[in-house]
């Protein structure tokens, strides 16, 4: 199994204020990516990252915030937790930007009352 | 914005039968790939499919590739309740780096004895 450890496993939260889950992993690998998963949408990207300091945009990123200072930890921030944001989120890396398969952590359930 | 539609959502078969899930798109995918998701844990890849009209099997599981690369199925033969679990496509866009994979919906699959 790839090393991604995803912490807190589980959070519950007020409506406002900021939540940071955090990523880590020992693979060394380039590309780390944070995603939502709810009923009928499947999985949807966040943000991603493609090296130290360097992050992107993905489909849904109103809301969130990431860093990634090293090459092991990447951490998604919700500056203002809305209920909107309840979700099981995943974080992802990947060796390659090419499309290479995506090795998912075990996710954080995340509730915002 | 790339979409994957998969059929069905959820299926409840009896152990030694035979199913097949489809994922579908009108847009064109330079790869597809299958994922398999179970309760608590993230996604595990199954496989990726490349070329137009490619078929993979793993075990009893048999992955296609439309000849358009729009469309992939999965069927499973004989069924077990192991296989039990999300059974989530990808699809990696034509253009557009860092691994932005559209997921599908996922398909919900249950096995009983």
């Known amino acids: 199994d790839a090393g991604i450890t995803q912490s807190p496993r589980h959070k519950v939260t007020e409506t406002g204020t900021p939540v940071t889950l955090r990523c880590h992993q020992t693979?060394?690998?380039?590309?780390m990516y944070w995603y939502r998963q709810d009923p009928g949408h499947g999985l949807r990207l966040i943000h991603y990252?493609?090296?130290?300091?360097?992050?992107d945009k993905g489909e849904v990123s109103d809301g969130y915030s990431v860093s990634r200072s090293k090459t092991e930890d990447f951490l998604l921030t919700l500056e203002s937790a809305t209920s909107s944001q309840t979700s099981v989120y995943f974080c992802?890396?990947?060796?390659?930007?090419?499309?290479?398969?995506?090795?998912f952590g075990s996710g954080t359930q995340l509730s915002v009352l | 914005t790339q979409l994957l539609e998969q059929s069905p959502q959820f299926l409840s078969i009896q152990e030694g039968e035979n199913l097949t899930v489809y994922c579908n798109s009108s847009?064109?995918?330079?790869?597809l790939q299958w994922y398999r998701q179970e309760p608590g844990e993230g996604p595990v890849l199954l496989v990726t499919?490349?070329?137009?009209?490619e078929v993979k099997k793993l075990k009893r599981l048999t992955f296609q590739f439309g000849d358009a690369r729009k469309d992939s199925s999965l069927h499973i033969t004989a069924a077990q309740p192991g296989d039990t679990g999300l059974y989530l496509c990808?699809?990696?866009?034509?253009?557009?780096?860092?691994?932005?994979?559209?997921f599908g919906t996922g398909t919900q699959l249950k096995v009983e004895l």
């Open positions: 990252s493609y090296g130290v300091k360097d992050t």
């Open positions: 499919v490349v070329t137009g009209g």
């Open positions: 992802a890396i990947s060796r390659t930007g090419s499309n290479e398969k995506l090795f």
């Open positions: 990808a699809g990696a866009g034509i253009t557009g780096g860092g691994n932005k994979l559209t």
């Open positions: 847009s064109v995918f330079s790869s």
């Open positions: 693979e060394n690998h380039r590309y």
